[in-house]
């Protein structure tokens, strides 16, 4: 801390920061500088979410409440990312997408990473998970085609865990709402899958859209198949006449 005129802070990072690095110092720089200024006096601890400044179980509870809206610790979708019918590395892979910490290219160059940070379906920016699996125009061409299979209206919302907290449903057995359980799963995984193909392995031959699909109805198959209302259903059928086959 610098006490010349008044006081400031100094804040020396000990490498070169990327763009984004800078924009989130110059955030956390402006938040120290409205924090008054510092005296002699003794530090004390002070409960701001209690009226009385002490702390206390049920006032850090309406503080999480009232400041973090509907999205808290207490109430993320853990039943529905950890189920019984979707096995644990798809979970997981939707339980880091919610958390934010898929390690897309944008996540690695914000850690300092030197990364090349395109889209590897689109070749606009990544940007974010949330342009990975949901925002992409290529991977919203997946999104609407199974919308559309499944007779189902829905617009994104912005972030993965608006999704989740807004697409959550109880598991059932009737075919409609089985698949529409299952769908975030299939379509994520399967796009993180050929996403890594094509960026970490620099595959040169790209999965058509078509291809991707087939993917992802193979995926949500195998989940279905232990399920008594699939059970009479054709492997044709089920890869190529939704429409018919689920119609309620
Ligand atoms: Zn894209």
């Not at 939707?94 to 914000?110: D, E, H, I, K, Y």
């Not at 992802?216 to 190529?240: P, R």
Request: glycine share 4%; net charge positive.
């Amino acid at each position: 801390m610098d006490n010349g005129n008044g006081s400031s802070w100094n804040i020396d990072p000990c490498r070169r920061l990327n763009d984004l690095e800078i924009q989130e110092v110059m955030k956390f720089s402006r938040l120290l500088d409205n924090q008054g200024e510092l005296n002699a006096d003794d530090d004390k601890r002070e409960g701001r979410s209690n009226p009385k400044g002490t702390f206390s179980v049920s006032s850090c509870y309406a503080w999480i409440m009232h400041n973090h809206g509907q999205f808290t610790p207490l109430n993320f979708p853990s039943k529905y990312i950890w189920n019984k019918t979707i096995p644990p590395k798809f979970s997981f892979l939707v339980w880091a997408a919610a958390n934010g910490v898929v390690p897309t290219l944008s996540m690695l160059s914000r850690r300092g990473m030197t990364v090349v940070n395109i889209c590897a379906f689109c070749n606009t920016s990544e940007k974010s998970v949330e342009h990975l699996f949901l925002h992409c125009s290529f991977i919203r061409q997946i999104w609407d085609h199974f919308l559309q299979q499944l007779g189902f209206v829905w617009a994104h919302p912005t972030t993965i865990i608006e999704f989740l907290w807004k697409w959550k449903l109880k598991i059932s057995t009737k075919p409609l709402i089985f698949l529409r359980f299952c769908l975030p799963f299939a379509i994520w995984w399967s796009v993180w899958l050929e996403r890594n193909d094509i960026i970490i392995e620099k595959k040169q031959r790209r999965k058509t859209l078509n291809s991707l699909i087939l993917d992802i109805k193979l995926l949500l198959l195998g989940w279905a198949v232990n399920i008594d209302s699939f059970k009479n259903i054709k492997f044709d059928d089920f890869v190529f006449d939704w429409v018919n086959l689920f119609k309620e």
